[in-house]
Every structure is written in C-alpha cells, then in structure tokens.
Nanobody, 121 residues
Framework: QVQLVESGGGLVQAGGSLRLSCAAS????????MAWYRQPPRKQRDLVAT???????NYADSVKGRFTISRDNAKNTVYLQMNNLEPEDTGVYYC???????????????WGQGTQVTVSS
C-alpha cells in the first residue's frame, strides 16, 4: 500500500504564508508526477499545481506568482509554498501522486486525506 499524508495547513491572515508538505510512504519504487489540488467550501476540487519527476511545473492561473511547488525525491515529498495568501485560497488542499510500486511497472494514482487552509481577511 501507499499513503500520502499532508501537513502544514492552518489559519492565516490575508497576505500571510504557509508551506504545505505531502509525504508519500509505503511500497514505493518511484513517483512521477505529483500535484496539489484544493477544494474551496461548497465548490469543486480544482488543480493548483503539478510537478513532474524532472522538476517541470505548472500552476493554475489564480496562484501563479504566489505559490511554488517543489519536491524532494529522496524523501518522496512534495511541497507547496504559498505566499501572499488571499481569502479565495481557503479550502482543503489535497496532494496526489502517480506512484510505481515495487515489483511492478504500472503507475497508480494516490490521494492524501487533505489539509485545511483558511485565510481570513
């Protein structure tokens, strides 16, 4: 099995910063793409940022210039540095990862349980 566990969420005022972490553990051989999604209250879950195994990144337009996704392959961890937070950034943030488990060539998509980010005005 593979588990993804997010951490770093919390309550901040507008203009503040948070750094989210998502650590993958279990029977992992390799991880290719990792991503962050968020689900605002009463809204759909949307993509925030992605990062490939080679470090290429993509961001939703709403977070460009404010958020930075990065990863530490040795730790099987993806990060999301969030600066200049706005109330519209409030929501549950989920990480996911496409993971190749040991003893297989196939990749499967895994999701974390989510971490709450609340930005007050």
């Amino acid at each position: 099995q593979v588990q993804l566990v997010e951490s770093g969420g919390g309550l901040v005022q507008a203009g503040g910063s948070l750094r989210l972490s998502c650590a993958a553990s279990g029977s992992i051989f390799s991880i290719n793409e990792m991503a962050w999604y968020r689900q605002p209250p009463r809204k759909q879950r949307d993509l925030v940022a992605t990062i490939t195994s080679g470090g290429s990144t993509n961001y939703a337009d709403s977070v460009k210039g404010r958020f930075t996704i990065s990863r530490d392959n040795a730790k099987n961890t993806v990060y999301l540095q969030m600066n200049n937070l706005e109330p519209e950034d409030t929501g549950v943030y989920y990480c996911n990862a496409r993971v190749r488990r040991v003893l297989t060539y196939t990749y499967s998509l895994y999701w974390g349980q989510g971490t709450q980010v609340t930005v007050s005005s």
